[in-house]
């Protein structure tokens, strides 16, 4: 994925877990390698105002880990998106209508993604893999990389040129909507 990919990406709506707006507190001046890092997917996060909330948030990130490990998944971050529209850059439709889970709402899980999310299975290690990336690599790496850190929801159009399972991928935007964690694995391909 070049640059040009990465240019095009910010005119769709952004992947899972990451909001249409900046959430206000956390609007910081945005330098480059910032806004390299959201582009990959990266979650900024409010530091935890006190030592309690520090501990809240070690907690639930290793609960996430256990979960994901036991279950096969992967998170992804936002539950119950307000509004949900088509991410897919290939995909030719341009009406912005908001999809629905259950049943326009699909999810397109690559094997980039199963293959950078395997080693990272919560959102606190996926950005710590990225601010790292960031760090040795510079921001190139994050531009080569952007995308492939969370999977992402399109229309029914752009699945069928993905060639993807409708149904299965209409049964993994539901669940990633709904728990906020994506199966590790590939979306399965339409039968022939
Ligand atoms: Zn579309």
Not at 69 to 93: M, V
Request: charge should be positive; proline fraction near 5%.
């Amino acid at each position: 994925m070049g640059i040009l990919n990465w240019f095009s990406r910010k005119k769709k709506a952004s992947g899972v877990g990451t909001p249409d707006k900046p959430s206000g507190a956390a609007s910081q001046d945005h330098g480059p390698l910032t806004d390299a890092l959201k582009t990959a997917g990266y979650t900024v996060r409010q530091r935890p105002a006190s030592q309690e909330a520090m501990v809240d948030s070690i907690v639930q990130a290793m609960r996430a880990r256990q979960t994901s490990i036991s279950e096969g998944t992967f998170e992804t971050g936002e539950k119950n998106p307000q509004r949900i529209l088509c991410s897919d850059n290939a995909c030719p439709c341009t009406d912005a209508q908001p999809l629905v889970i259950g049943r326009t709402a699909y999810m397109y899980i690559s094997q980039a993604v199963v293959d950078f999310r395997k080693d990272c299975r919560t959102l606190l290690e996926r950005d710590m893999m990225l601010e790292r990336a960031a760090k040795t690599m510079g921001m190139s790496a994050l531009l080569v990389d952007g995308g492939v850190a969370n999977p992402f929801y399109l229309c029914e159009t752009g699945a069928k040129l993905r060639g993807l399972d409708l149904s299965a991928a209409l049964a993994d935007a539901k669940m990633v909507a709904e728990t906020g964690f994506a199966p590790l694995r590939t979306t399965p391909r339409a039968k022939q």
